[in-house]
């Protein structure tokens, strides 16, 4: 089993940053382990954000973040991070951590994530 628990939400203007954490627990991953940030705005459905793997190569994002948010680990903490700047009244979400094990170098599907955080909440004010 692995736990996950997110932190770093908040509430920030337009153009503001926070940096999300993601730390993981109990089972080890290896080269294989695969973490991702989600999101699930008011209304709307989970999307894929970012991922990155523990080794820290298959960095992917999606376009609508792409040049604003960085996603990088820490193996030391077992923590992944996501770096957001520049934020936008529409990145408001509810944001998830979420881990599997997979061969796939890009992988935006949620059905395919195992483990789950309980999410923590980014409200951008205009």
């Known amino acids: 089993q692995v736990q996950l628990v997110e932190s770093g939400g908040g509430l920030v203007q337009t153009g503001g940053s926070l940096r999300l954490s993601c730390a993981a627990s109990?089972?080890?991953?290896?080269?294989?382990?695969?973490v991702a940030w989600f999101r699930q705005g008011p209304g709307k459905e989970r999307e894929f954000v970012a991922h990155?793997?523990?080794?820290?190569?298959?960095?992917y994002y999606a376009d609508s973040v792409k040049g604003r948010f960085t996603i990088s680990r820490d193996n030391a903490k077992n923590t992944v991070y996501l770096q957001m700047n520049s934020l936008k009244p529409e990145d408001t979400a509810v944001y998830y951590c979420?881990?599997?094990?997979?061969?796939?170098?890009?992988?935006?599907?949620?059905?395919?994530?195992?483990?789950w955080g309980q999410g923590t909440q980014v409200t951008v004010s205009s």
């Open positions: 979420a881990a599997t094990q997979t061969h796939y170098s890009v992988l935006v599907n949620a059905g395919f994530y195992d483990y």
């Open positions: 990155v793997r523990w080794s820290g190569v298959s960095i």
């Open positions: 109990g089972r080890t991953f290896s080269s294989t382990g695969m």
